[in-house]
């Protein structure tokens, strides 16, 4: 990311907004079926492409095995005076330990978030 900024390019599309909140995922097959139970992260931040959230595992592997895999997730949305659940599809991006058992999870929705 410092090199990135130094050149001067930007390899995010959209604004991304902070948000604090549960998300409930689940791993899609390659028919797009879940497979396996829901797990449970915490939202770090939005955008209308993808987001992010945290994890908490004490299995390193089972973090890096979601990387590739696309997920359905389903989050809610603060509006104005409402919230909204948001449910989408995405692939996982990328997969960062930030040690001690936690990991950010970033993915790419299949569909972006609209207005």
Same mark, same amino acid.
Request: net charge positive.
């Given at each position: ?40 992260? /915490? ?10 959230? *945290?994890? *908490? ?40 330990? /930030? ?6 999870? /970033? ?9």
């Amino acid at each position: 990311p410092d090199i990135l900024q130094t050149k001067g390019i930007n390899r995010r599309t959209f604004k991304r907004a902070r948000l604090s909140g549960d998300v409930m995922f689940q791993i899609l097959n390659a028919s797009g079926n879940p497979i396996g139970g829901n797990f449970k992260g /915490h939202l770090s931040d939005v955008s209308k492409q993808g987001l992010s959230f *945290y994890i *908490y595992t004490s299995n390193e592997k089972n973090a890096r095995l979601l990387l590739g895999r696309k997920i359905f997730i389903q989050f809610a949305l603060p509006l104005q005076d409402q919230t909204k659940t948001i449910e989408r599809t995405g692939i996982i991006t990328s997969v960062i330990d /930030h040690q001690f058992n936690n990991f950010s999870i /970033h993915l790419k929705f299949d569909k972006e978030l609209r207005r």
